[in-house]
């Protein structure tokens, strides 16, 4: 099930940075805010992944929140130790959200439009200045 979420999630970044851009008269950056959170996001999840937190066989209990020992590296951990998936789904989700809201805040704002006469009555007011 961890495996299939990371696939899931890996997917969903992937297809938020390759995204068809609009294509306007300026060239954007390719490293936007936007895309820099999702970096960070699938960078943390990697670590995360990577250096779970483990908890001693021994110490087992029906706790919801269970006890660990600390955080250990995936392919060298110490026998007698498992995972506590609790733990790495609290911090799997929190880092998720944070991503979503950081991602949501840095999102292009529309400039806005403005009718041909507002920008004719900016225009004067610019020249009139200038003056």
């Not at 790495?88 to 529309?110: G, H, K, M, P």
Request: hydrophobic share 55%; charged share 15%.
């Amino acid at each position: 099930m961890l495996e299939v979420f990371v696939v899931l999630i890996n997917t969903g970044i992937a297809w938020l940075l390759l995204q068809e851009k609009p294509s306007s008269t300026v060239k954007a950056r390719r490293m936007t805010y936007r895309n820099a959170v999702l970096l960070f996001a699938g960078v943390n999840l990697v670590v995360i992944l990577l250096f779970p937190p483990f908890e001693s066989v021994f110490s087992l209990t029906n706790a919801a929140l269970p006890t660990f020992e600390g955080f250990y590296f995936v392919l060298n951990r110490h026998p007698n130790h498992t995972i506590v998936t609790t733990l790495l789904y609290l911090e799997v989700i929190f880092i998720l959200v944070s991503a979503a809201i950081a991602w949501l805040i840095f999102r292009a704002r529309d400039p806005g439009q403005i009718s041909a006469a507002d920008a004719r009555t900016l225009a004067l007011e610019l020249r009139a200045k200038r003056s």
